[in-house]
């Protein structure tokens, strides 16, 4: 099997729990790390063993080793760095979300396609083997025609206007950065044209949601998705179907057990796979399959669902009149 040789774009929080998960990862290689500090970049690359570093994103590209680059930079730059990216020759594993709007979206797609690359949106719970498992008992019919989903996720985070959680040049806000997961739940389990979208959201002094509400209508089902930075949750998922349903518990979007239920709410059947490494592992993986195939697109993260997504998001927005610098 042939190493597939990865960059990582961009140094931060995110950058840090994907390089580990590199390090335990057969078939992967921690190849080159880029940042705009050249001794970040170098820090980087001591501390997870990455084999070249590079002082600015140009000088990364033009590496002809490089496999794949994943781009761990905020949202607001992930347009940007997708583009460079795949002008450049190269495949990528975008951080989530993966742009700030379908319109961004639909040019980063129009590139990877007119380039013949690889691009996939790295929504790692989409590839987690809990996550397939759920989907495995709907699509089994375990829980029957599913009707309904409760999901959340907040996480408390202290206002700090440093912060990119809560600057919009960066792409901040609840919505791009917490509800993507329950949104990407609905969308797989329910579908992803719902008839009607209705949401609230709780806008903040610099112009971005702290906390929102979101009500998926399918007409014989709907999601209710909560997500924010202002209180914690649960961060549970449940999702009801008239012979059953199946469970999510705490921090659903990375959970390593999922529970099945029948329509008496009897447990039935649990799934528990603990991680390898962290869960990016799976993530990992399937770029790693993608590209020894030569495919240009995850079955796993096709391009359609992270679209449907983005366009839900997009919508959302647009009701609460929220937008980002420069739209």
């Known amino acids: 099997?042939?190493?597939?040789?990865?960059?990582?774009?961009?140094?931060?929080?995110?950058?840090?729990?994907?390089?580990?998960?590199?390090?335990?990862?057969?078939?992967?290689?921690?190849?080159?790390?880029?940042?705009?500090?050249?001794?970040?970049?170098?820090?980087?690359?001591?501390?997870?063993?990455?084999?070249?570093?590079?002082?600015?994103?140009?000088?990364?590209?033009?590496?002809?080793?490089?496999?794949?680059?994943?781009?761990?930079?905020?949202?607001?730059?992930h347009f940007e760095n997708t583009m460079l990216c795949l002008d450049n020759g190269l495949n990528v594993l975008c951080e989530k979300s993966a742009a700030l709007s379908v319109k961004e979206l639909d040019l980063m797609l129009a590139k990877a396609k007119e380039k013949g690359l690889f691009f996939m949106e790295a929504m790692w719970m989409k590839c987690r083997p809990t996550y397939l498992k759920a989907l495995e008992w709907l699509h089994s019919g375990q829980i029957g025609s599913p009707e309904y989903i409760k999901a959340d996720f907040c996480n408390l985070v202290k206002y700090d206007r440093s912060d990119r959680l809560f600057a919009p040049e960066c792409g901040g806000g609840a919505l791009l950065d917490l509800a993507v997961y329950p949104l990407t739940l609905a969308s797989d389990f329910l579908g992803s044209e719902p008839l009607q979208i209705t949401?609230?959201?709780?806008?903040?002094?610099?112009?971005?949601?702290?906390?929102?509400?979101?009500?998926?209508?399918?007409?014989?089902?709907?999601?209710?998705?909560?997500?924010?930075?202002?209180?914690?949750?649960?961060?549970?998922?449940?999702?009801?179907?008239?012979?059953?349903?199946?469970?999510?518990?705490?921090?659903?979007?990375?959970?390593?057990?999922?529970?099945?239920?029948?329509?008496?709410?009897?447990?039935?059947?649990?799934?528990?796979?603990?991680?390898?490494?962290?869960?990016?592992?799976?993530?990992?993986?399937?770029?790693?399959?993608?590209?020894?195939?030569?495919?240009?697109?995850?079955?796993?993260?096709?391009?359609s669902s992270t679209r449907a997504v983005m366009k839900i998001m997009d919508t959302c927005r647009t009701q609460w009149g929220m937008k980002y610098p420069g739209e």
């Open 1 to 77: 099997m042939k190493t597939v040789n990865f960059a990582v774009l961009g140094t931060g929080r995110i950058a840090h729990t994907f390089a580990e998960a590199l390090a335990g990862t057969e078939g992967a290689c921690a190849y080159a790390v880029g940042s705009r500090s050249e001794d970040k970049a170098h820090a980087f690359a001591e501390k997870f063993g990455f084999t070249k570093s590079f002082g600015s994103y140009n000088e990364l590209v033009k590496d002809k080793n490089i496999d794949v680059v994943y781009i761990a930079t905020p949202m607001s730059a």
């Open 199 to 303: 949401s609230r959201a709780h806008i903040g002094k610099d112009g971005v949601d702290l906390s929102n509400s979101i009500l998926l209508d399918y007409g014989s089902a709907f999601a209710s998705i909560d997500s924010g930075f202002e209180l914690p949750c649960i961060n549970r998922a449940v999702i009801s179907g008239n012979k059953g349903s199946i469970v999510f518990n705490d921090w659903f979007f990375c959970s390593s057990v999922v529970e099945l239920y029948n329509d008496k709410t009897e447990l039935i059947e649990r799934s528990e796979i603990p991680n390898i490494v962290n869960g990016y592992e799976y993530e990992i993986n399937e770029v790693i399959h993608c590209l020894e195939r030569g495919l240009t697109e995850s079955r796993l993260v096709p391009h």
